[in-house]
């Protein structure tokens, strides 16, 4: 089994693409579950609002990209050009890279590794992280930490709720003046949350399927809570809606928005979805006075700032180099391991065959000094036959290969 990596991102495909091939979390465990009895030995999913990638202990990566698009429900064709396969020392760079988040769209986004440990914890829980991808994931989360902590990559990083903020300020005159609401109480929300709160808005509100949860979250921020199925009333009461939750269908859809807008007498609502799939139907954007985002729509805002942190980028892939090198000699040595495990079995046998033999003459009451000459010549011949018939076997460039070979193995001058 040959260790790769397969999937899509920001760079290769669009949103719309994106949002398809969300493995949701409720049915992680029975994908990964499907992909081992199936496909590979072992799997691990990492499914975010800008990627979705395998990483996979497998022999066939095109039959994995064609389970990929069924599951999903695409055609082979349809989703092969977005796709991407990372076989072996490229596959450890890339996860190397995603966790110290310098494959985000957002450069030096910390989000990124507490996403790949999760994915790492779901496939150890599904039973289907082994050996080797439990070795990459332990290793990519000590590199993503060196990478953060001795290069200044994710330093004043431009994360996708502070870009929401700046789009804000470029609709409303003042966010003071407006009034703001969350649905979901996820760790995006909350980011976004907290910087909301920073402008002082005149009001904040979060929204989630579970009240605790909203209650929770909004007392951190001098908010108040209500229920998702309140929506439909309470819409129109904000200039400002940032949505980030987990459902496969959207929240508020183009009817919904039309309502609000109309109870509004058409002030504008600034709309943020930072979901995947998308919480907000796209053709609520068509609206007149609707000014709505998406995570490929910030794009633009969060790259604004990598110019300041592209110095430290050289440092940060040098880490990341020397790390890769050292997880593929580790490979290279465990890919080894069977060979070296039937060398060893090879000269145990040859050992007690001449230790039995050697016994056998002592028994016998033969000279004990002439016993352990036979049996060091055995010994001898024995471990020394193989190589020694493989010279005499070929000619040529052959020859002179193995005869290097055998010479390095054995430390001949």
Same mark, same amino acid.
Not at 51 to 78: I, S
Not at 211 to 220: M, Q, T, V
């Given at each position: 089994?040959?260790?790769?990596?397969?999937? &899509?991102?920001?760079?290769?495909?669009?949103?719309?693409? %994106?949002?398809?091939?969300?493995?949701?979390?409720? %049915?992680?465990?029975?994908?990964?579950?499907?992909?081992?009895?199936?496909?590979? =030995?072992?799997?691990?999913?990492?499914?975010?609002?800008?990627? +979705?990638?395998?990483?996979? *202990? *497998?022999?066939?990566?095109?039959?994995?990209?064609?389970?990929?698009?069924?599951?999903?429900?695409?055609?082979?064709?349809?989703?092969?050009?977005?796709?991407?396969?990372?076989?072996?020392?490229?596959?450890?760079?890339?996860?190397?890279?995603?966790?110290?988040?310098?494959? =985000?769209?957002? /450069?030096?986004?910390?989000?990124?590794?507490?996403?790949? @440990?999760?994915?790492?914890?779901?496939?150890?829980?599904?039973?289907?992280?082994?050996?080797?991808?439990?070795?990459?994931?332990?290793?990519?989360?000590?590199?993503?930490?060196?990478?953060?902590?001795? +290069?200044? #990559?994710?330093?004043? =990083?431009?994360?996708? !709720?502070?870009? $929401?903020? @700046?789009?804000?300020?470029?609709?409303?005159?003042?966010?003071?003046?407006? @009034?703001?609401?969350?649905?979901?109480?996820?760790?995006?929300?909350?980011?976004?949350?907290?910087?909301?709160?920073?402008?002082?808005? !005149?009001?904040?509100?979060?929204?989630?399927?579970?009240?605790?949860? !909203?209650?929770? &979250?909004?007392?951190?921020?001098?908010?108040?809570?209500?229920?998702?199925?309140?929506?439909?009333?309470?819409?129109?009461?904000?200039?400002?809606?940032?949505?980030? +939750?987990?459902?496969?269908?959207?929240?508020?859809?183009?009817? &919904?928005?039309?309502?609000?807008?109309?109870?509004?007498?058409?002030?504008?609502?600034?709309?943020?979805?930072?979901?995947?799939?998308?919480?907000?139907?796209?053709?609520?954007?068509?609206?007149?006075? #609707?000014?709505?985002?998406?995570?490929?729509?910030?794009?633009?805002?969060?790259?604004?700032?990598?110019?300041?942190?592209? =110095?430290?980028?050289?440092?940060?892939?040098?880490?990341?180099?020397?790390?890769?090198?050292?997880?593929?000699?580790?490979?290279? #040595?465990?890919?080894?391991?069977?060979?070296?495990?039937?060398?060893?079995?090879?000269?145990?046998?040859?050992? %007690?065959?001449?230790?039995?033999?050697?016994?056998?003459?002592?028994?016998?009451?033969?000279?004990? $000094?002439?016993?352990?000459?036979?049996?060091?010549?055995?010994?001898?011949?024995? /471990?020394?036959?193989?190589?020694?018939?493989? /010279?005499?076997?070929?000619?040529?460039?052959?020859?002179?290969?193995?005869?290097?070979?055998? !010479?390095?193995?054995?430390?001949?001058?």
């Amino acid at each position: 089994m040959s260790l790769f990596a397969l999937g &899509l991102n920001h760079n290769t495909a669009p949103l719309a693409v %994106r949002e398809r091939v969300v493995f949701h979390v409720e %049915r992680m465990r029975d994908a990964l579950g499907e992909i081992k009895r199936n496909l590979a =030995s072992e799997a691990a999913i990492l499914s975010t609002c800008n990627r +979705t990638e395998l990483y996979l *202990a *497998a022999d066939k990566p095109a039959a994995v990209a064609e389970w990929l698009a069924q599951y999903h429900r695409f055609e082979p064709a349809e989703l092969q050009p977005y796709l991407y396969t990372l076989p072996r020392e490229q596959a450890v760079r890339h996860a190397f890279r995603v966790a110290s988040g310098l494959d =985000s769209m957002v /450069l030096g986004e910390p989000q990124i590794l507490g996403q790949m @440990k999760e994915a790492a914890r779901t496939a150890e829980s599904a039973g289907t992280l082994g050996t080797l991808l439990h070795k990459l994931f332990q290793r990519t989360f000590a590199v993503a930490k060196e990478v953060r902590s001795t +290069t200044s #990559v994710g330093v004043a =990083s431009v994360s996708m !709720a502070a870009a $929401a903020v @700046k789009l804000a300020a470029r609709i409303f005159p003042s966010l003071k003046d407006q @009034k703001v609401l969350f649905i979901g109480a996820g760790e995006m929300i909350e980011l976004c949350a907290t910087h909301f709160a920073a402008q002082a808005p !005149a009001r904040l509100a979060v929204a989630n399927r579970t009240l605790e949860r !909203a209650e929770k &979250l909004a007392h951190r921020f001098n908010g108040h809570a209500i229920e998702l199925r309140a929506l439909a009333d309470q819409l129109h009461e904000y200039d400002i809606v940032v949505s980030s +939750t987990a459902s496969s269908l959207p929240i508020l859809g183009k009817g &919904l928005v039309e309502r609000a807008l109309r109870a509004r007498r058409r002030r504008p609502i600034f709309m943020v979805d930072l979901a995947v799939p998308r919480d907000i139907e796209q053709e609520a954007g068509e609206l007149d006075d #609707v000014f709505l985002y998406t995570v490929d729509d910030l794009a633009q805002i969060v790259s604004d700032n990598r110019d300041a942190r592209r =110095s430290a980028l050289e440092q940060a892939e040098a880490i990341i180099e020397t790390q890769v090198g050292q997880f593929m000699h580790w490979l290279q #040595v465990r890919e080894s391991v069977p060979l070296i495990r039937a060398l060893r079995e090879q000269g145990e046998q040859a050992r %007690r065959e001449e230790f039995e033999r050697a016994l056998r003459h002592l028994r016998r009451g033969d000279d004990p $000094a002439a016993v352990l000459e036979a049996l060091s010549h055995g010994l001898t011949n024995k /471990l020394l036959h193989a190589p020694t018939q493989a /010279l005499n076997e070929t000619a040529g460039e052959e020859r002179r290969a193995l005869a290097d070979t055998i !010479a390095r193995l054995f430390r001949v001058k």
